[in-house]
Each structure stands twice: as structure tokens, then as C-alpha cells.
């Protein structure tokens, strides 16, 4: 068995396009492999640096195997047209030549497909074309070289099977076995023979061709590093993986921060050295930050890193100053003085201005308040009307990640109380899955009123997500509702929250007959929403037939998820009882009963039982037991007791085994046997109080 070794170096491809790029390339490579079936001892390597994507495969064979396949045909007797056609497909001259064989469905055609054995390296170059070619990126370009759009211009291709070079038709972009080592610790050429001499030829060469081993050295040197200075490194798994992407051969290195920055807020600290630098943060044992950082070189120095280091210090320093002249400069007015400013920046074209939103979820934030316990009204208007307000800020506008943050430290400069200042911190999360979503009652105001309010705003305006498309993340919005409700279980209606907004909406734009617009919005609202909670469960391990048979029975009437939550939690654990599990299957035979009646005879069988019908003790029994547990789960809904109503539920067990052990539904009287289908389909009804059972599957 051979080896293929393909690498394509180029200049520097963006560190958050590389892990997507190696995947497609891999998992394409693979597809192809598969359609020219070519085997492939798995797995398939992969591995990628800031410079080159690199993939080996083992255990392709030189010479690929005879192939046969026999193909199905048209029918006996099918259109000239249709199997004119077949032959084509199959290379068959004449249809004398293929077998007739009876399926059992009737005489078809069928064929036999031969194909001799070849070279594999015959094969392998339009296959490796075609697998570059499917390869995905964000973004490609144009190079004078070749024809294939890339994401940076290539510069070589090693291209090995077997230890010989395979040609590709890259137009002038050379292929072969030559390839190049770091760009400025390695810069000669280097030619290689297999994978095997490939990766160590590289190691020579100062490249790290393991990206995952790229990441564990760099990360084991940021602890080692920071730890000889009793310090601990802020973890940034997100950083990491970038940097990982930005060196070949990292070295880890600590610079020094000037003690007059070490008085601005410690998220400012961290974004001006994340976001511009790719610095990582040290802290203190006590979590504060520490006036040292970390970073990582791409290059060894002769004087032990020194330079490179000064230099690093000499930038952080320009960029700290930047950001004390603005914390200086912003804290010179308060806060407040800024929501003004606010006018002159565009929301949306048909949204109007962020002054306009934040005077939406201002009003919006005071009916929110009376449904989150402990929030005081004043307090979240408060709240909302600042929230946006630090966008006008000039560290904002530089450092856009501490919108809402910076907006918080400044409001407490100011004197605001401090469940505002949150608030405005708050109002923002949850960003994503990862985030964690506010707990204090006004920061829950703010934020529910921040999201309900672009909810209703853009869908009022036809800016709905589809299936491809959500540019104003209304998605994130949705799930960020749904979170902020169920883990605070808060019990907001959110009928009532949700056509507040749109009413603040219309009535803010001065739109006409908007009364008359609300149902049909606010329909598509709960809709969506629900959409997200069914999201939000199947992404937390609920079975989705759960989800399917509780949402069935309270369809998009219920706007209360708590107490959705809590009906799809108690189903749950009533059907993981025997109890459940029993009864379950009961509801079946007994909906399958009275389905096969009802389609034969043409009609519905749901009427109230007659009770001078009745002959047998199990079917007074079940009829008696039936009547008990429908009044019983009624109440027990009313009240939100949903474990209990699965209890009541749970009483129908017996008198359903024993109805089914001897009673003849099917009896030759008709009156009787109306009235027995009567009982069948009042367990379906009963039952179905709770969730349509008919979702369920198992």
C-alpha cells in the first residue's frame, strides 16, 4: 500500500479560516476517494499552519482492482426513449446484451458494468483537483499563477504518491516535491521524499506542522511562564486557537506593564491587549489583574527575545495611552448627557435612530418590571433609557466589545445606583450559548426589553429570519429570551410582552390601522419563539417527541415557557415509569381501535358515553375511572400541578388493562359496540389533556 502526501503552501491564510479549511479539505479528499472507489486506511490526516494545508492518506493501493457493478434497467416492454437511454448510462451497445431477470414486481433489464484495473496515479491528480476546487472559504481571490481561486495567492505544491510526484494542472504554480521551511528562521528550499521525511524535514525547518500540538506547547509555556511569577494566565481558549493560527513556531514570551495603567478598569486592560495585540492577560492568586502580559512570538531572538519584547511593551504602551485619554475624556460628562447624541445614530433605515429604540424599551421596561419579581419600575427605566448611551462614548468607539460595560463604570462615576449601572452592563447577554444570562431583576428588565423590543420592531417591518439569512441575529435574541425566562423563572406573559413592544413600535412611527396588525404579528412572534424553544430543549437532551406531543396540546396559546418547561419535564418523567410506559401502550391499541372504526365507518366515535349501555363490570369501571381522572387532571392543569396530573393519569392503568383482558369492543351489536369505541376514544380524550400521546414514539 501507497501514500499520498499532498501540501499546498501559500502565503498567510487567516487564522479563523484555517480548522474550517483542513476539515474541508480532509473530509472532501475523502468524498472523492470514495466515489472512485479508492480505499483508504482512516484516518485521514489533516494539519495546517498559518502558511500551508497539509494532508496525508495511507493504504491506497498503486493499482486499483478490476470493478464490475450490475444496474438495474427499464421494465420489459418500456419506451424505446427510456432504454436508449439506460444503455447510455451503462456503455452498453446494444440491449441483446443485458439480462432479463424477473424481480418479482415484473421483468426488468439489467446490466453488467465492467471496468479494468488502472494505476491509481491516473486517477489520483483530477481527484485531488477536484477536492481543491470543493474546498469552502469565507472569502477567495484571483492570482496570476493559476486558474483555482484560493484564499491567498499558492506558491508550491508537494504532491507525492508513493515517494513519486503526481501532476496537477495548477497552471504556473509549481508542483513537485520541493517545499520551504519557516519564513524567517528556514527560508531555503527543501525537497522531500515521503510524509514521514516530510514532517521532520519540517520540524528541521522551524515549522510545528500539528496544529493541535501547536496549541498544547503554547498553552503549557503561557502557564510555565506565568506561574515562575506566582501569576496565572486569564484563560481565553478563543485566543489560543487564533494565536495558534498565526505562528509556525511559537515562542512564548512576558512583558511588563506600566504601573500608571494598572488604575483603568480591568476589561479595558484586557480588550486593548486581546483585541489589537493577542496578548494574553496574567492575574493575580486573588483573580486582579497582574501588570504583566503574555504573547507569542513567531521568530527566536539572539538576545533572548529582549528586543522583541521592548517592542511589545513600546506598542501597549501607545495603545494603554489611547485608552486612559479616553477614560479621562468620557468621564469629563455624565452619562446622561449623551443620550442626546444618540439621535444622530441610525438603528435601522426603518427602525429609526438607537435613540429611538432605547426610548421604546424604556416604555417597554416598565410593564416588564410588574412580571419580574423584586425589579423596581423606576429603576429599569432608568436602566433601559442608559443602556445604549456609552455608544457615544469615545472608548466605545474604539473597543466596540465594552458597549454596555463601559457604559456601567461610567454610570457609576456618576452616582447612578448600582442595580442601573448592572443593568446597563447586563443588557446585552445573553450574547450566546456560552454566556451567562443577568440575575438581578432590573438587569433582567433591561435585557428582556432590550431583545423583545428588536424582536417586534424588525419582524413589524417584514425582517423575519429565513432559512439562510439572520443579519440583525434575531435568533440569538429569541434563544437569549428563552434563557433569561426559564433560568430565572421568570413567569412573563409573552403575549402581552410582545404586543406591548409592537404597539410602542407602530405607535412611535405614527403608523396607521396598526390595531388591526397585531394578531397576525403577534402569532408569527409566538411562533418563531416557540420554534426556539423546541431549539433550546433538543439542545439540552429532551426527546423531541416529548417536545412534539406538549407543544401539540398547548399548540402556541401557551406563552408562559416556565410553565411549558415544566409540562415537557413532568412527561418526561411519567413516561420513564412503568406506569407510563404501560399506559402508553394502552393509548395506542386504543387510538388505533377507534381510528380504524372511525375511517371504516365514515364517522367520529368522540361523543359522551352512554352509561344504560353499559354490561360489563370493567367497562363501569373504566367508564367510573375515566369520569374521576378527567376532573381530576382538569384541576390539577388549572393549578399547574403537572407531576400530579401525570399521577391521575396514571390511575387509568388498571381499569384499561382489565377493559382490554375482557371486554369484546368489536361485538356484533351495533349499540354496543358504538358505545365500547365511545369508551376507546375517551381514554384518547383524557389522556390528551395533558400532551397528544400520539407524538410519542418508543
Known sequence: MSELLLELLSEEIPARMQ????????????????????????????????????????????????????RRGPRIGAPQAAIDGFLRSVGVAAIEDCEVRDTGRGEFYFAKIERPGHAASEVLPDLIYSTLMDVAWPKTMRFPAAALRWVRPINSVVCLFNGEVLPLSLGEVPVGRTTRGHRFLSPGEISVDNAADYRNRLESAYVILDQDRRRDIISAD????????GLSVKPDPGLLDEVTGLVEFPVVLTGAIDGDFMALPPE??????????????????????????????????????????????????????????????????????????????VFHAKLGSVYDKTERMAALSEELAGDVPGADPHLSRRATRLAKADLSTAMVGEFPELQGIMGRYYALHDGADKRVANAIADHYKPQGPDDFCPRAPESIVAALADKIDSLAAFFAIGEAPTGSRDPFALRRA?????????????????????????????RQRGASHWQERLPPLYAELISFIVDRVKVHLRERGVRHDLIAAAFAQVGTAEDDLVRLLRRVGALADFLASEDGVNLLTAYRRASNIVAIEERRDNRPYDHDVQQE???????????????????????????????????????????????FDKVTVNTREPRLRENRL??????????NQVADFSQIEG
Open 19 to 70: 480548522r474550517r479549511a483542513i476539515e474541508d479539505l480532509v473530509q472532501h479528499l475523502r468524498g472523492w476517494l470514495q466515489v472512485h472507489r479508492i480505499p483508504a486506511a482512516e484516518p485521514i490526516h489533516g494539519y495546517v499552519t498559518p502558511r500551508r494545508l497539509t494532508v496525508t492518506a495511507e493504504g491506497i493501493p498503486e493499482r486499483l482492482p478490476l470493478w464490475q457493478e450490475e
Open 222 to 229: 503561557l502557564d510555565r511562564l506565568a506561574q515562575s511569577e
Open 268 to 345: 479595558v486592560l484586557a480588550t486593548a491587549m486581546r483585541a489589537h495585540q493577542k496578548y494574553f492577560s496574567c492575574l493575580w492568586p486573588d483573580g486582579t489583574p497582574a501588570p504583566r502580559f503574555l504573547f507569542v512570538a513567531n521568530n527566536l531572538a539572539v538576545d533572548r527575545g529582549r528586543t522583541i519584547i521592548a517592542g511589545n511593551e513600546r506598542v501597549l504602551r501607545a495603545r494603554l495611552a489611547d485608552a486612559r485619554f479616553f477614560w479621562d475624556h468620557d468621564r469629563r460628562v455624565p452619562l446622561e448627557s449623551r443620550v442626546e447624541a444618540l439621535k444622530d445614530r
Open 478 to 506: 429569541a434563544l437569549g429570551i428563552i434563557r433569561i425566562l426559564i433560568e430565572n423563572s421568570v413567569r412573563l406573559p409573552l403575549k402581552d410582552a410582545l404586543t406591548k413592544a409592537a404597539e410602542n413600535f407602530y
Open 613 to 659: 349501555l353499559l354490561q360489563e363490570p370493567e367497562e363501569f369501571a373504566l367508564e367510573r375511572g375515566l369520569e374521576l381522572t378527567r376532573h381530576s387532571v382538569e384541576r390539577s392543569l388549572d393549578r399547574e400541578e403537572f407531576e400530579a396530573a401525570m399521577g391521575h393519569l396514571a390511575t387509568l392503568r388498571r381499569p384499561v388493562d382489565e377493559f
Open 678 to 687: 365511545r369508551l376507546l376514544s375517551a381514554i384518547r380524550a383524557t389522556m
